[in-house]
T-cell receptor, first 113, second 111 residues
Framework: DTEVTQTPKHLVMGMTNKKSLKCEQH?????MYWYKQKAKKPPELMFV???????INESVPSRFSPECPNSSLLNLHLHALQPEDSALYLC????????????FGEGSRLTVL | GNSVTQMEGPVTLSEEAFLTINCTYT??????LFWYVQYPGEGLQLLLK?????DKGSNKGFEATYRKETTSFHLEKGSVQVSDSAVYFC??????????FGRGTSLIVHP
């Protein structure tokens, strides 16, 4: 099994809603990532978890709250988002000691009304 | 710091044409180099990689050679298909292993 699975694939939410994006991998990878991707742009790094601890936060607004409950799961909790937060949110994983190769999920398309 | 420069798209080709997408990089040491592909409505997937100078990565008819002397990793394919239409991202990784991505190049292949 070499997949990174993200749910939901599509999410529409209002600015006052609270929702979560979920990511799961069963490749034994110990690093997991959240990226944000706007149309026709490269992915922008948001957070990195290494061995279930947050190791990088790229100055992301607190309305995005990551969580890594165990080595296979990664969540992104969303609250009080703005319309400009509408984007494709990509989860990725990589093995420890790897060469930088990332394994991406198919993404969650978020629309904030 | 590290950076990746890709040619601006879109690149528009007819089926069976030859493809080159240019990628050059700046790095302080000896990075690994990658090409990722993103098909419409999907996430990124690794297309090919090279971890040291003069290595050639290849997959699905695509090739790229790690050229340290010209700091380049150009993507080529001899005969493109409509199904190759996608966005292609060049990336490098060094040290921290967090990759640096290029801007992406959109490829459109017409029948």
């Amino acid at each position: 099994d070499t997949e990174v699975t993200q749910t939901p694939k599509h999410l529409v939410m209002g600015m006052t809603n609270k929702k979560s994006l979920k990511c799961e991998q069963h490749m034994g990878h110990r690093a997991m990532y959240w990226y944000k991707q706007k149309a026709k742009k490269p992915p922008e790094l948001m957070f990195v978890y290494s061995y279930e601890k947050l190791s990088i936060n790229e100055s992301v607004p607190s309305r995005f709250s990551p969580e890594c409950p165990n080595s296979s799961l990664l969540n992104l909790h969303l609250h009080a988002l703005q319309p400009e937060d509408s984007a494709l949110y990509l989860c990725a994983s990589s093995p420890s000691g790897g060469n930088g190769e990332l394994f991406f999920g198919e993404g969650s398309r978020l629309t904030v009304l | 710091g590290n950076s990746v420069t890709q040619m601006e798209g879109p690149v528009t080709l007819s089926e069976e044409a030859f493809l080159t997408i240019n990628c050059t990089y700046t790095a302080t040491g000896y990075p690994s180099l990658f090409w990722y592909v993103q098909y419409p409505g999907e996430g990124l997937q690794l297309l090919l990689k090279a971890t040291k100078a003069d290595d050639k990565g290849s997959n699905k008819g695509f090739e790229a050679t790690y050229r340290k002397e010209t700091t380049s990793f150009h993507l080529e394919k001899g005969s493109v298909q409509v199904s190759d239409s996608a966005v292609y991202f060049c990336a490098l990784s060094e040290g921290s292993y967090i990759p640096t991505f290029g801007r992406g190049t959109s490829l459109i292949v017409h029948p």
